[in-house]
């Protein structure tokens, strides 16, 4: 799986875009937003950031590669659909989602702070791919 990290990153975000569109449809075409914040979520947290951490660790295989990569992998996924889940349940009036809500947010959070020890760590010290291409003179032909 450390391998392919990114690519798996980036499937998942490109579900959430695709239940980001989704939901934003459905609150359009009903002209009921209750589901606005979950909408939200999704899309941001499901489709921009994984996506956005899908090709961090595609462009820098060294975060890829780290134990740090697998960990926020999972966190991000385990704290993500129960964080929206809840909230929406929340947004319908189940009041006692809140507290879920609160435990998915936190897993989340703890995700991207695991993502960011590992740039921060791994990625200063080991090159990037972009780095690699240039070193073996692929794009000094341009």
Excluded: Q
Excluded at 31 to 60: F, N, R
Excluded at 97 to 109: M, N, P, Q, R, W
Aim: aromatic share 8%.
């Amino acid at each position: 799986m450390k391998d392919r990290i990114g690519i798996n990153l980036l499937k998942i975000a490109a579900l959430y875009m695709l239940a980001g569109l989704a939901s934003g449809m459905f609150m359009a075409i009903s002209k009921d937003h209750t589901l606005a914040s979950a909408h939200s979520h999704i899309t941001l947290l499901g489709w921009t950031t994984m996506a956005i951490t899908g090709v961090v660790y595609i462009v820098v295989p060294a975060c890829a590669n780290s134990k740090l990569a697998g960990v926020h992998f999972w966190l991000h996924n385990i704290g993500l659909p129960l964080m929206i889940c809840s909230l929406a349940l929340f947004e319908y009036g189940n009041a006692s989602a809140e507290k879920f809500i609160g435990i998915g947010s936190t897993i989340v959070l703890l995700s991207l702070l695991v993502f960011t020890i590992n740039i921060v760590k791994t990625g200063s010290t080991k090159r990037s791919l972009a780095e690699d291409r240039v070193t073996e003179g692929e794009y000094s032909k341009a």
